[in-house]
């Protein structure tokens, strides 16, 4: 069982990832005959992005899939996590040159999004429905006696 603790930074660490590999995505092409002049051929690697993108459904299934499971139940942080894979799978194997370059980074972008939105609602009040409603405490006895006297 993931901790909420582990949850958040899992999304952090999925919010950071993403949007690297998105700008990893759309640099690498632009400076793909300069990388090895600087140390970095690596970068343009297959392997890499194989392996960036392998990570990313990792952390994202443990977080995203954590918490819609264990905490939240809602559908959008888990939909925008397959979209995004799904946009970044099309993009690598069906497109290539610019295309690739902007369809990618897309769908690293989403995936972000995803951890974001997961982020906010795992840690939302489920008093009330409001995305933005941060976890609190309630005072439930207070709030019952405020009603009797109105």
């Keep these: 069982m993931i901790s909420?603790?582990?949850?958040?930074?899992?999304?952090?660490?999925?919010?950071?990832?993403?949007?690297?590999?998105?700008i990893h995505c759309a640099a690498v092409p632009v400076f793909f005959t300069?990388?090895?002049?600087?140390?970095?051929?690596?970068?343009?690697?297959?392997w890499v992005e194989w392996i960036m993108i392998i990570t990313a459904l990792v952390v994202g299934i443990s977080s995203i899939g954590n918490s819609y499971f264990k905490e939240h139940h809602r559908?959008?942080?888990?939909?925008?996590?397959?979209?995004g894979f799904l946009i970044?799978?099309?993009?690598?194997?069906?497109?290539?040159?610019?295309?690739?370059?902007?369809?990618?980074p897309v769908g690293g972008f989403t995936i972000a999004l995803a951890h974001f939105i997961n982020y906010k609602y795992a840690g939302t009040?489920?008093?009330?429905?409001?995305?933005?409603?941060i976890k609190h405490a309630h005072n439930h006895a207070h709030e019952h006696e405020s009603h009797k006297a109105a």
């Design 125 to 133: 009040c489920r008093a009330g429905d409001n995305f933005f409603h």
């Design 34 to 46: 300069s990388l090895p002049l600087v140390g970095l051929g690596f970068l343009a690697n297959p």
């Design 75 to 83: 559908v959008l942080p888990l939909a925008l996590l397959i979209t």
């Design 4 to 22: 909420r603790l582990k949850t958040i930074k899992l999304d952090n660490i999925g919010m950071t990832a993403s949007t690297l590999c998105a």
């Design 88 to 104: 970044i799978i099309i993009g690598h194997l069906f497109t290539k040159g610019w295309i690739e370059a902007v369809i990618v």
